[in-house]
């Protein structure tokens, strides 16, 4: 296959699965095609559902092997500087400015010509499940890899490097499906055929799997009180406020111990579009005190305010950016119903957070989607 038809069949697959919600939501996920010199992956912060040729960043798979052998310092920061320096320094095109999907190296592991990476619900419910491991070898047997949570970036490829490898020597085969707990899953073939052929799998033994699906369908709610709510919060930060009160959403507000599923990260994406935590309020008329003092004590404002009894508040500065937070507020949701037929929730643990939180990569792709 040319250049011209590698770079067609791309887009045409990106586009495909980008445009499906229950694959992909916001900037998230990655698509990428390689041949034997070059691998054409995602640029950083662009959307798989419009993205065209021009979206994607050609990079030499040479240099992208030879940073799996270099020395980075131990420190997360700068490592992280001295690996996003690499692999910057490994595009084909120095003059491209766009920055490459943090998960390039990861994509030139796969010994295929395709590779699709997702972060969706139902995937997440397993890989966000206290017994997702056991579960995933229960499903799929020696036909999937998983790899446990692991800090993004430089750590998360040299471990996949290690697994991918080892994974090859036991078993003669190289893996297609990779799933990283408390992420995603990555999917590799040398056709789109394949690659469809084996998300469906997938997403077909975990629906057979579900004992309980999320329930998102309008219901009633307290109109005057989420106006209230509404007002106040609008006043806090002057932000854009929108409100979710799905079925879900009225159960996992009528307490705290119903909420706890949602007070913790899933996966570095809620982190990103909806912060580390959300704050929840017992009482509608402690809503003003209670959104300053998670302020003052995690030094940003709340993306998401659950109030007992109404469902939920995503903020933005603008229209979109709340709706963002809304919709990937909603994924976590759905994640944490779907993991009650995988053992319950796992959320990401607590170091994971706070190198999310910190990580310059995370930070620049939410600045490309606000």
């Not at 709510?229 to 159960?251: C, M, P, Q, W």
Request: hydrophobic residues 40%; charged residues 25%.
């Amino acid at each position: 296959m040319d250049k011209a038809g590698l770079l067609e069949n791309l887009v045409s697959m990106s586009n495909r699965y980008g445009r499906d919600p229950e694959l992909v939501l916001a900037g998230g996920g990655n698509t990428s095609a390689k041949d034997e010199t070059a691998l054409y992956v995602k640029a950083s912060g662009t959307s798989l559902a419009t993205i065209t040729e021009d979206g994607f960043v050609a990079m030499d798979r040479e240099k992208l092997s030879g940073i799996l052998n270099k020395e980075y310092p131990s420190g997360d920061k700068e490592r992280e500087a001295a690996f996003l320096k690499d692999v910057t320094a490994a595009k084909v095109d120095p003059a491209d400015t766009k920055r490459p999907s943090v998960e390039a190296l990861l994509h030139n592991l796969f010994p295929y010509r395709f590779v699709l990476h997702l972060h969706p619900a139902l995937v997440n419910g397993l890989t966000c499940g206290a017994e997702g491991e056991e579960i995933a070898k229960r499903l799929f047997a020696d036909e999937v890899l998983w790899v446990e949570e692991c800090r993004p970036g430089y750590t998360l490829a040299r471990l996949c490097s290690d697994r991918l490898r080892e994974y090859h020597q036991k078993s003669g085969k190289h893996v297609s499906i990779l799933l990283l707990q408390n992420h995603g899953i990555f999917i590799a073939g040398d056709t789109l055929e394949r690659i469809d052929g084996l998300l469906n799998e997938v997403m077909g033994k975990l629906k057979e799997s579900v004992v309980r699906m999320p329930d998102l369908s309008e219901t009633g709610f307290d109109r005057t009180a989420v106006k209230e709510a509404e007002g106040k919060l609008s006043a806090l930060n002057g932000a854009f406020v929108l409100h979710g009160a799905y079925a879900d959403a009225l159960r996992f507000s009528a307490g705290h111990e119903n909420a706890a599923p949602l007070l913790a990260p899933f996966t570095p994406d809620h982190i990103v579009y909806c912060k580390a935590r959300p704050l929840y309020v017992d009482d509608l008329d402690d809503l003003s005190k209670a959104f300053v003092d998670f302020r003052n004590k995690n030094g940003y404002e709340p993306k998401i305010v659950i109030v007992k009894g109404l469902g939920f508040f995503a903020l933005g500065s603008n229209e979109k950016d709340a709706r963002t937070a809304k919709m990937l507020f909603e994924d976590a949701m759905k994640i944490a119903v779907y993991s009650e037929s995988f053992g319950g929730p796992r959320h990401m643990a607590e170091d994971m957070i706070n190198f999310i939180v910190n990580w310059e990569a995370e930070s620049y792709r939410q600045s490309q989607n606000i």
